[in-house]
Nanobody
Framework: QVQLVESGGGLAQTGGSLRLSCAAS????????MAWFRQTPGKEREFVSG????????AYVDSVKDRFTISKDNAQNTMNLQMNNLKPEDTAVYYC???????????????????WGQGTQVTVSS
């Protein structure tokens, strides 16, 4: 019943743009926080950006600040990540995550998120 489904991944050129979307559904929606993580082979899953559902407060990992923008559409139960000025190091599988627990700070570790999507591949060529 709880589902997070990512879409919008694909191939982009360096300097190009992609827009990722996460559609959330289930009995616990809306969640307190929704976030994007990314992972490459041999690396830990990395926090990219998060957004608090009620307040709209956001956070970004330093490497994507001023390039990525997270947003939400409560009416459509969706979260988006607009990725501009893409770089090859942005190549990864991007995962949507959500959690209902109210926290003082935006959670940045995988263990702090209860629900996960299947992931969508983003590939940025040189």
């Amino acid at each position: 019943q709880v589902q997070l489904v990512e879409s919008g991944g694909g191939l982009a050129q360096t300097g190009g743009s992609l827009r990722l979307s996460c559609a959330a559904s289930g009995p616990t929606f809306p969640y307190y926080i929704m976030a994007w993580f990314r992972q490459t082979p041999g690396k830990e899953r990395e926090f990219v950006s998060g957004i608090i559902q009620d307040s709209g407060r956001t956070a970004y990992v330093d490497s994507v600040k001023d390039r990525f923008t997270i947003s939400k559409d409560n009416a459509q139960n969706t979260m988006n990540l607009q990725m501009n000025n893409l770089k090859p190091e942005d190549t990864a599988v991007y995962y949507c995550a959500a959690d209902p627990l109210v926290r003082r700070d935006i959670a940045t570790t995988t263990g702090e998120y209860r629900y996960w999507g299947q992931g969508t591949q983003v590939t940025v060529s040189s």
